[in-house]
């Protein structure tokens, strides 16, 4: 699915280290740049489209920037990201924003054949078919998209294409940094999975992702048990303190789990390998795009509110 998504480039990038200096000067800037922002606030024409366009632009730049053998040890986070990008043109191709979908492909890295796909086709349903086959070759995985989507729409369309995307990244060869993200991160979704469940007394015990630290057995007895309190444990061992009570929002335990990703994340970047630090950094400009969004929409929370769904 990866090398269907992403766009190829052909030239080589620069030196490593020239790269990865220029990755700690920008890693610099974005701290300066979200101090200003909540300083000053965000710019009254700012929207969700035009938050990820510009995350798409910095990852766009970083991309270009590193070696073919850095960059295709990255791509498989790169790829991550871009999912989001093909939903946001699915949505904006549903209310018939052409041009905002013309803004968001020209800062990304989605393939030529996507692009084509997502610019062409005039109606979603048709759109989802060509990107199901463009994506997942195998008949079947094509169906099962088409199929999501027509069940629950765009948002079953983005559940199932995330879930594929995850299931080969779980059987992909991987560089460690970048393996250690991926199982950060069903981690961090089968637990969200799991407290909805429990919230909305749901069993469901395929929803749960391999590929994880957490064994899915134990997910699925924690779930069918109605077991708030091996939800609590598991909480425990990957951030050190409990989820909050199931009555409560359910993106405060997502900014905890966001919150821990981040630290583990952080992490890879002070040692000797340069995947890690700039799997840090594209990391680091996700997460200040989320941050800004939240601002964007956070007129009904009060400052304390705010600051605990920011992901430090």
């Known amino acids: 699915m990866l090398s269907e998504l992403l766009r190829d480039i052909a030239s080589d990038g620069y030196p490593t280290d020239y790269l990865l200096a220029r990755v700690r000067a920008r890693r610099a800037a974005l701290t300066a740049d979200w101090g200003a922002i909540r300083a000053r606030g965000l710019p009254a024409d700012v929207t969700d489209d035009v938050i990820w366009e510009r995350f798409l632009r910095e990852l766009g730049w ?27 043109c699915l949505r904006n191709k549903a209310v018939q924003r052409n041009a905002e979908i013309e803004r968001l492909l020209a800062a990304s890295q989605v393939s ?36 999501s989507y027509a069940e629950a729409g765009l948002k079953g369309f983005e559940t199932r294409l995330t879930r594929d995307y995850l299931g080969c990244m779980n059987s992909a060869r991987l560089h460690p940094p970048v393996r250690e993200f991926f199982a950060s991160f069903v981690d961090l979704r089968n637990l969200m999975t799991l407290y909805k469940q429990l919230r909305w007394e749901v069993v469901d015990a395929e929803a749960f992702l391999p590929g994880g630290t957490i064994a899915v057995p134990r997910l699925q007895r924690i779930g069918a048990a109605r077991d708030t309190d091996g939800l609590d444990r598991l909480v425990r061992e990957i951030v050190g303190r409990a989820a909050p009570p199931l009555a409560t929002a359910e993106g405060s335990l997502e900014t905890i789990l966001l919150g821990s990703l ?33 601002l964007l929409h956070a007129g009904h929370l009060d400052p304390a509110g705010l600051e605990q769904e920011l992901v430090a």
């Open 112 to 147: 030529d054949a996507v692009c084509r796909v997502l610019m062409q086709e005039s109606e979603v349903p048709a759109a989802v078919a060509s990107i199901a086959v463009a994506l997942e070759p195998a008949d079947d995985d094509a169906r099962s998209l088409q199929r």
């Open 62 to 88: 970083l991309r270009s920037q590193m070696s073919r053998r850095l960059r295709a040890s990255v791509d498989p986070l790169f790829g991550l990201f871009e999912l989001k990008t093909v939903v946001l």
């Open 262 to 294: 981040s630290s583990r994340i952080r992490s890879l970047s002070r040692e000797e390998d340069p995947v890690g630090t700039v799997v840090d950094y594209a990391w680091r400009v996700y997460i200040h795009a989320r941050n800004q969004s939240l």
